[in-house]
T-cell receptor, first 117, second 108 residues
Framework: GAVVSQHPSWVICKSGTSVKIECRSL??????MFWYRQFPKQSLMLMAT?????????EQGVEKDKFLINHASLTLSTLTVTSAHPEDSSFYIC?????????????FGPGTRLTVT | AQSVAQPEDQVNVAEGNPLTVKCTYS??????LFWYVQYPNRGLQFLLK??????LVKGSYGFEAEFNKSQTSFHLKKPSALVSDSALYFC??????FGDGTTLTVKP
């Protein structure tokens, strides 16, 4: 299957600072990338969908000014958590898909553990 | 609104025994259903999907799932569990609505 990477795998930051998480499709061009948030022992919550070259579509309840998503190329999307607070601590997962993939086919990155102190 | 329910937080089975991880769904229109597995420190991996066709879907690692329209269920099954199957399993519907996950523990 296709490979999606995330960087960093874990990050600790101080409250009030911003942190950027990268999601890369390594062996295919991802027309669409998804960002999820996963709380301990809970399901994945879709935060936003980003298409290359256009603004991300955020799910209801997700603050677009806090979670900045950029999908500048077909292989890279970034999630920036701005002015992070302890409640933003979570496991962030991206996934990627392409137009030529079959319906619903998406590949997930390994996730990024964010801890805000 | 669409939703997915996994009624069991935890499923424990002995190695060699059959396993079932349950999933029920609620969608309007055609249900496009997926199962994923999540191992620690690794990304979710696709197991199988139901789009249309045969109700019994075969997937990766010997897993299969049965689509039951009347019961709105899509249970994941495997005839003989392995210790290495121990992981967190998610049922999902398109687009990107996931169940809460079921932790499968297979004991030797």
């Amino acid at each position: 299957g296709a490979v999606v990477s995330q960087h960093p795998s874990w990050v600790i930051c101080k409250s009030g600072t911003s942190v950027k998480i990268e999601c890369r499709s390594l062996d295919f061009q991802a027309t669409t990338m998804f960002w999820y948030r996963q709380f301990p022992k809970q399901s994945l919550m879709l935060m936003a969908t980003s298409n290359e070259g256009s603004k991300a579509t955020y799910e209801q309840g997700v603050e677009k000014d806090k979670f900045l998503i950029n999908h500048a190329s077909l292989t890279l999307s970034t999630l920036t958590v701005t002015s992070a607070h302890p409640e933003d601590s979570s496991f962030y997962i991206c996934s990627a898909t392409a137009l030529f993939f079959s319906l619903g086919e998406q590949y997930f990155g390994p996730g990024t553990r964010l801890t805000v102190t | 609104a669409q939703s997915v329910a996994q009624p069991e937080d935890q499923v424990n089975v002995a190695e060699g025994n059959p396993l079932t991880v349950k999933c029920t769904y609620s969608v309007s229109g055609n249900p496009y259903l997926f199962w994923y597995v999540q191992y620690p420190n690794r990304g979710l991996q696709f197991l199988l999907k139901y789009i249309t066709g045969d109700n019994l879907v075969k997937g990766s690692y010997g897993f299969e799932a049965e689509f039951n329209k009347s019961q709105t269920s899509f249970h994941l099954k495997k005839p003989s569990a392995l210790v290495s199957d121990s992981a967190l399993y998610f049922c999902a519907v398109i687009k990107s609505t996931f169940g809460d996950g079921t932790t499968l523990t297979v004991k030797p």
